[in-house]
């Protein structure tokens, strides 16, 4: 076995023919990086957009001298250094620990892992390709590093990565992922790279990457993945000076912007869906925003330009998609898909992590790229929106994330050293996502959101070894954050400690279950369609009709989202697994130490772990320096205080073996072993004091509970003008009567009106009656869905086909009988 390659070794292997090539010189200390030298090539329009890449993939606009950059670009420069070191080209392998040559080349996992050594070769040369050109790196147009990327890159090809080889493993590897890295490398050592490597490389691309990839939107070319494609065949173009290959990448963007109504892509009501089944704005719908943000950026200007005008709307999706689910610059987890699952890496040294933070400032510099794009009217907003997120993320500083890029670090600076530029606060409201099974909602001080599953939409995903106990995220998980606390309950080694059996909100039975069950990419959906809800961009009635994964069980649950409280109502539970079934009102991380007082009815309980206790019957709860929770049905509530330890390795088999420990503070139901139409009713009330919390419990007439059964599901806040049902079934529930199965909301304002919002979670109906005893003078406004309106001493509306609203909320406005009006808001 020979040693690794050194910085001699190289010039030594390679001899006259590296010495003879033309080092690029360093990029000036005043910038992150320039074009090439005008003298070294001709000055034609593939040369400008191969400098406008350049730029694109390096960032500009900010000073090596400065910080982060500076500390960044040293450390750029030790782990090129680094992997130039211990390079050693063999047969199959660059890294003696990135063997690519898969001895039994087919697509099952193992063969999944020798295709991802490939792309991770390539990420380990575009790395050294970064850290000779960029200056501050101590690299600079080192000619020992400018070799062995160029040597690195032909092995690759001689080896592996050529016109005769065929794909094995992961097609992503050889359609995205390594040609990707490989062309970028080829447009930052473009100087160095012979004309006839620069073909061959492209023949490559061209032989992995055929025009017909684009062909037809479907299968894996679709939504983020399409984007990528095309991001490959237009760098293809530019590298290799071809306008067709420009124009295909360009004009294969168009199938991307129109809105989808099933499958994956952009809907009209902000979902963003991929792998036909998942949830994925936060990861794919990432990579597709900072894709098109890349190539509307590259053509701009140019002959190839983007000029379909379809492309609004991903710009209006900025603030209709990806705004919805970004919280004090977090990304929330329920529409990542299994990104959450990836934390640390089990081949990366640095322990970086990745987490619901780290993929929210990808997005942030992905909507300030995409902003280059917009009208000036959205770019300037977009960027203050930036800022306001970037301002807001006191847990983890968008400029001290490691794990960011350089260009998208600069593109950040640029917003928080802009001081002409004002942040825009967090929006307050509610948005219903139908066509994902996701709703979000903001209040001032706090933010929530609850992640369902229906045929839609998975109970989770899983594949590549990946999220392999996200089991029950889909079962009703109810996320929260304050707006200066609790930002970290995610982000803080959640997943891998803990318990997956025990999620926030969900209504879970215990029988256990494998790693994966259920199935890789989405093949575990249950068999229903009431999931969603009616909302007034204010308030919502949300619920699901849950079916266990793997299991017998089955619940009708109900989340009110209101003011300061989210009530939460579970109804019908019942299961025949032979085990227990729990339903967690919270599982709060305390982090490695924390002692966070529990107070139950005025009584503070121990802090010390192990701790746990049966609280059935209990009126409220309040955890310190996170919020309280009123019981109005606590029927089987415990507690739970204790420290777990876990591996990202357990979730995630590409994650670090490294055990990890946390405590947590839980409550939650134990419905019993095999219960039969159990059920619960608790308030949950972000960032409240102990106080607070004790005098909303005493409140009895502050939400009174209409029903909840597995027929009907509902409440009336009377201080709120609010009522709220969720109809599993036609029938009556307070002063409401439903036909048919139906989520409905009603908001009484002062002005004397009132807002009535109907939906069809399931998809199904082809009529509706809805009657509202309450006087009401006159309709102001209804959708065509409403075929009839009668007013008088009640409502009665009559909606016609249903089925193809896609369950959106139809809003109908009246006004409110004088006479009555004062009665009704008192006293419902």
């Keep these: 076995m020979t040693t690794a390659w050194t910085r001699r070794g190289f010039l030594h292997v390679t001899g006259s023919t590296a010495l003879a090539l033309t080092i690029a010189a360093p990029a000036p200390a005043a910038g992150a990086a320039t074009t090439k030298n005008s003298t070294t090539a001709a000055e034609d329009e593939f040369d400008t957009l191969r400098a406008t890449w350049r730029d694109l993939v390096l960032g500009t606009g900010f000073s090596p001298t400065a910080e982060p950059f500076r500390s960044r670009l040293a450390e750029l420069g030790t782990t090129a250094a680094g992997r130039l070191d211990s390079m050693d080209p063999r047969a199959g392998s660059l890294w003696p620990d990135l063997v690519f040559a898969d001895p039994e080349p087919d697509t099952d996992q193992e063969s999944y892992r020798y295709s991802a050594k490939l792309v991770d070769s390539y990420a380990r040369l575009r790395t050294m390709a970064e850290a000779y050109v960029r200056p501050g790196t101590g690299l600079t147009g080192d000619p020992g590093l400018g070799s062995g990327v160029v040597t690195g890159l032909d092995h690759l090809y001689t080896q592996v990565y050529n016109e005769n080889r065929t794909r094995y493993g992961n097609w992503w590897s050889w359609q995205i992922g390594a040609p990707q890295l490989l062309l970028d490398a080829c447009v930052l050592m473009y100087d160095l790279i012979p004309a006839d490597r620069i073909a061959a490389y492209c023949a490559a691309v061209d032989h992995f990457v055929p025009d017909s990839a684009v062909g037809s939107y479907t299968g894996t070319s679709t939504g983020a993945n399409r984007v990528d494609l095309c991001r490959v065949i237009a760098v293809r173009g530019v590298v290799g000076k071809n306008s067709a290959k420009i124009a295909l990448a360009r004009d294969a963007l168009s199938p991307v912007f129109p809105y989808v109504t099933s499958g994956d892509g952009l809907y009209a009501d902000g979902s963003f869906v991929q792998h036909t089944w998942v949830p994925y704005t936060g990861s794919y719908g990432s990579v597709m925003l900072g894709g098109i943000g890349l190539l509307l950026a590259l053509l701009a200007g140019s002959s190839w330009a983007v000029t379909d005008p379809g492309r609004q709307t991903v710009l209006d999706a900025v603030e209709n998609a990806w705004a919805p689910f970004l919280h004090n610059g977090l990304m929330m987890d329920g529409v990542s898909g299994r990104a959450p699952s990836r934390g640390v890496s089990a081949t990366d040294a640095k322990r970086i992590q990745q987490d619901d933070h780290t993929r929210g400032h990808i997005v942030l510099a992905s909507i300030v790229l995409l902003g280059q794009g917009a009208s000036t009217a959205e770019n300037e907003r977009w960027r203050g929106l930036v800022k306001g997120w970037m301002q807001r993320d006191y847990y983890s500083p968008a400029l001290q994330d490691r794990s960011l890029g350089l260009a998208a670090l600069a593109r950040l600076a640029g917003v928080q050293n802009d001081t002409s530029l004002s942040p825009v606060a967090e929006p307050t409201g509610h948005r219903l996502f139908a066509a994902m099974d996701r709703a979000t909602h903001r209040r001032p001080g706090w933010a929530a959101s609850v992640s369902m599953a229906s045929r839609r939409i998975t109970h989770y995903e899983t594949g590549n070894g990946e999220n392999l106990r996200g089991w029950h995220t889909g079962s009703g998980m109810l996320y929260w954050w304050g707006d200066g606390y609790g930002n970290g309950q995610y982000a803080d080694a959640f997943w891998p400690t803990v318990d997956p059996c025990r999620l926030p909100g969900t209504t879970v039975s215990k029988k256990p279950l494998a790693d994966a069950a259920g199935g890789d990419w989405g093949a575990s959906r249950p068999d229903v369609t009431w999931v969603g809800g009616a909302t007034d961009g204010t308030y919502a009635t949300v619920g699901q009709h849950l079916k266990g994964l793997s299991s017998t069980l089955t619940a009708k649950k109900a989340w009110f989202l209101l003011d300061d409280t989210t009530l939460c109502l579970g109804a019908g539970i019942t299961c025949a697994d032979g085990t227990a079934v729990e339903s967690v009102v919270d599982n709060r991380n305390l982090g490695a130490s924390g002692t966070h007082a529990l107070t139950v009815d005025g009584t503070v309980r121990p802090s010390t772990l192990p701790w746990s206790a049966s609280l059935s019957g209990a009126g409220w709860a309040h955890i310190g320096g996170f919020g309280g929770y009123v019981f109005m049905d606590g029927t089987g509530l415990k507690g739970l205080r204790e420290q777990r330890t876990g591996r990202w390795s357990d979730i995630n ?171 009704g808001r008192a006293d419902g």
């Design 653 to 823: 088999r590409g994650g670090s073996t490294d055990p990890v420990s946390r405590r947590y503070l839980t409550l939650y139901l134990d419905h019993g072993t095999d219960p039969v139409d159990a059920g619960y009713a608790y308030q949950l009330l972000p960032g409240a004091s102990a106080e607070r919390t004790a005098a909303r419990a005493a409140d009895h007439g502050r939400m009174l509970i209409l029903a909840n059964s597995g027929a009907q599901q509902g409440v009336r806040v009377p201080a709120l003008g609010f009522t709220g049902v969720a109809f599993w079934s036609g029938g009556t529930a307070g002063p409401l009567v439903a036909s048919a199965p139906c989520a409905v909301l009603i908001r009484e304002k002062d002005d004397g009106t009132a807002v009535v919002c109907v939906a069809d979670p399931t998809r199904t109906l082809t009529s509706l009656t809805l009657t509202w005893n309450r006087p009401v003078a006159s309709v102001v406004a209804k959708p065509p869905t409403v075929t009839s309106a009668t007013t008088g001493a009640s409502l009665r509306l009559t909606f016609g086909n249903l089925s193809g609203t896609a369950g959106a909320t139809q809003e109908i406005t009246v006004r409110l009988d004088r006479r009555d009006r004062a009665r």
